[in-house]
């Protein structure tokens, strides 16, 4: 079994006069604090897989990604750290001087090789995963995000780690198996909020059932996806996210993540403010990625 590298992450409150106008309390899960090198949900749904990995006697982990995935960059680290041999399956064409998280996967050992983007789309198919074993032998496959079913088991782990009374959990969703696994672990009566951070995420709800019931059988039901704090797709941002990043920096001196975690924030802020939440209500925000002093 592979052990965590830390202890559970930190649980602190954020004070907010608006926030308290809305009667809301909103505490962190300061999961960006787990490991330097697989920080947040990348530590919870990477543990599993690699205990499945070693269990099966693979040497070698494949997985897909973006030129920027933080996903990619964690398995590197992971497989360096863990004694794995990595392949890093990078979408579209090689661009040099690598950047800073192709320069870190290297570093850490990982191997790339690029697919052009229609491939890339059928990443997943059998005939491209039969060209990869081909070239690269046996592996364990890591699905892009690194969501699965043992993914969504590790992220299951995180509500436990919650000794305080609260109602909701919210977290941003990319692939949905952070989503999938912290709703599955809710005690009754808690609910889980996703905050996607694609446009047009509306088939983000068929992705969690269909991973909730790859993991378990069935959905849990107690989840539901804000669509609307997008702030115009992947990794783009528009002026209410800058204004309301920037204020929360000057407030807090917590610099949030633009592509994830001030998507999430932006969304928990502006549903309280909009009187989506009952007065009294308690929210644990799960920080997934950096967030720097700033
Ligand atoms: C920092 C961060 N937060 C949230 C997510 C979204 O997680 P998921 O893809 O499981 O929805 C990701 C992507 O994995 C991420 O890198």
Redesign the pocket.
């Known amino acids: 079994m592979i052990g965590a590298p830390v202890a559970p992450s930190p649980l602190t409150e954020l004070r907010d006069p608006r926030l308290a106008q809305a009667g809301v309390r909103l505490l962190l899960k300061r999961d ?1 604090l787990l490991h330097p090198d697989l ?4 530590w919870r ?1 990477l543990r599993h897989n690699l205990t499945r990995a070693a269990e099966l006697g693979h040497d070698t982990l494949l997985t897909f990604g973006g030129a920027y ?3 990619l960059r ?1 398995v590197a680290a992971a497989g360096a750290r863990f004694g794995f041999r990595t392949v890093g399956v990078v979408r579209g064409e090689e661009h040099l001087p690598l950047n800073e998280v192709l320069t870190f996967a290297v570093g850490r050992g990982m191997r790339l090789t690029y697919l052009d983007r229609t491939t890339y789309r059928a990443k997943h198919t059998a005939p491209v995963v039969e060209a990869l074993r081909e070239r690269f032998g046996r592996f364990y496959l890591l699905p892009e ?3 699965n079913a043992l ?1 969504v088991h590790g ?1 299951a782990e995180l509500p436990a780690e919650i000794a305080v009374p609260y109602d909701i959990v919210c ?11 912290i709703a599955a672990g809710l005690e009754p009566g808690r609910r889980a909020l ?1 905050v996607s ?1 694609l446009r047009g995420g509306a088939f ?1 709800t068929d992705e969690v059932t269909r991973l909730q019931t790859e993991a378990y059988g069935q959905a849990s039901g107690n989840w539901s996806i804000a669509l609307d704090f997008h702030s115009g797709g992947y990794a783009r941002s528009d002026a209410a996210l800058e204004t309301f990043t920037d204020d929360f920096a000057a407030r807090h001196g917590l610099r949030l ?1 633009r ?3 001030a998507k ?1 924030m932006r969304a928990v802020f502006t549903m309280a403010e909009n009187g989506a939440f009952p007065p009294g209500t308690v929210i644990v925000a ?1 920080i ?3 967030m720097s002093q700033g």
């Open positions: 960006d920080p947040g949900n990348k749904k995935s933080n996903h964690a995000g690194g969501s993914a992220c977290c941003p969703v990319g692939t949905g198996g952070t989503l999938a696994g996703g951070v983000l993540d592509i994830y975690v999430m799960v997934t990625g950096p």
